[in-house]
């Protein structure tokens, strides 16, 4: 991560280095934040966060889920996010709101303790690596499996489900993997460890539902819209392990990845190896929209200048 100069913590503009929190805090120990990715885009009318109030809906939205009370409003936060790219002077960036219990008490009751709030900003490229968007990536399907329903909330973006994120990527790391696929508890296509999936096949694009303990991904939510624009339907639909094996495209969409060709799962080599067509084609509709070169129809492209 390349340092910035400010983030925004507790109200205000801090040095970098001064954003700290103490050891005892409640998030430490039991995973206790929420939290967001979203990407500014370098665009020909200055830095444009995409679908910026989407992600901080989403933000408040897992607060709601884990009863975290937020000392701020979606106003007050879409204000500080634009700052923050700004005084930064980031053309492009991965911006991280994070809220979580501070320092108060250390029993699992969290009700005593501050909710926190900050949001830093730093420039990122790609999340599986510089090739990926091109090349695609090569990754396995874990052992480990998704949360079950009703044990952790898979609809909210927090720091303790990503535990599971962690071991499937340890894991998938160890045997040589760019990413993990997760199955859900009824042995279904769930997601990546920070990403949602989609597939094709003969012509038919689908997605795991939200069902399959996922993220509502604000990506996989653009890709279903920009396909729509050109006469493509995404199904929802559960999604059994081998009809990966046997798809003609595979792809990954998130923040963070961005659209990412699945060239291989498990070894198994996915279509012809290389980013499909129908991949190119969303990749070629979401990075126009995102980097301002296309009609931005569903106003998705907030301005950092206004
Ligand atoms: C577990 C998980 N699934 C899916 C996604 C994709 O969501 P989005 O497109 O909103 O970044 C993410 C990333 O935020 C994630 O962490």
Same mark, same amino acid.
């Not at 320092?103 to 005593?112: H, K, V």
């Not at 069902?211 to 509502?216: K, N």
């Given at each position: 991560m390349k340092a910035t100069p400010y983030i925004w913590f507790r109200g205000e503009l801090v040095d970098w280095s001064s954003a700290t929190v103490h050891v005892m805090s409640h998030a430490i120990h039991y995973g206790s934040s929420i939290f967001e990715g979203i990407r500014a885009y370098d665009t020909p009318r200055g830095p444009a966060i995409f679908r910026l109030t989407d992600h901080l809906r989403r933000l408040f939205d897992s607060a709601k889920i884990y009863r975290i009370p937020m000392p701020y409003t979606l106003e007050q936060l879409t204000s500080a996010t634009k700052q923050v790219v700004q005084v930064n002077k980031l053309r492009s960036a991965y911006i991280r709101p994070v809220a979580f219990y501070g320092? !108060? *008490? %250390? !029993? =699992?009751? @969290?009700?005593?303790c501050p909710t926190e709030v900050a949001i830093g900003a730093f420039e990122m490229g790609s999340y599986l690596g510089p090739e990926s968007l091109e090349q695609g990536v090569d990754v396995g399907v874990s052992s480990w499996q998704r949360f079950a329903p009703? *044990?952790? @909330?898979? %609809?909210a973006k927090a720091g303790g489900n990503y535990l599971s994120s962690q071991l499937m990527n340890i894991e998938s790391r160890r045997h040589g993997y760019a990413e993990a696929i997760a199955l859900d508890t009824n042995g279904l296509v769930s997601e990546g460890g920070g990403e949602n999936l989609f597939l094709v096949r003969e012509g038919t694009v689908i997605t795991p539902p939200l069902?399959?303990? =996922? %993220?509502?991904g604000i990506t996989r939510d653009s890709v279903v819209k920009l396909l729509a624009e050109q006469g493509i339907a995404v199904k929802e639909q559960p999604v059994p392990r081998e009809l990966l094996y046997i798809a003609d495209e595979v792809f990954f969409t998130g923040t963070a990845a961005e659209i990412v060709p699945i060239r291989s799962i498990d070894g198994i080599t996915i279509g012809n190896g290389r980013c499909g067509p129908l991949t190119a084609q969303v990749q070629h509709a979401f990075f126009g929209t995102v980097q301002g070169e296309r009609e931005d129809t569903y106003g998705w492209l907030e301005y950092v200048e206004s």
């Open positions: 320092y !108060g *008490t %250390l !029993g =699992i009751d @969290p009700s005593a009703n *044990t952790l @909330p898979a %609809l069902t399959a303990a =996922i %993220l509502g």
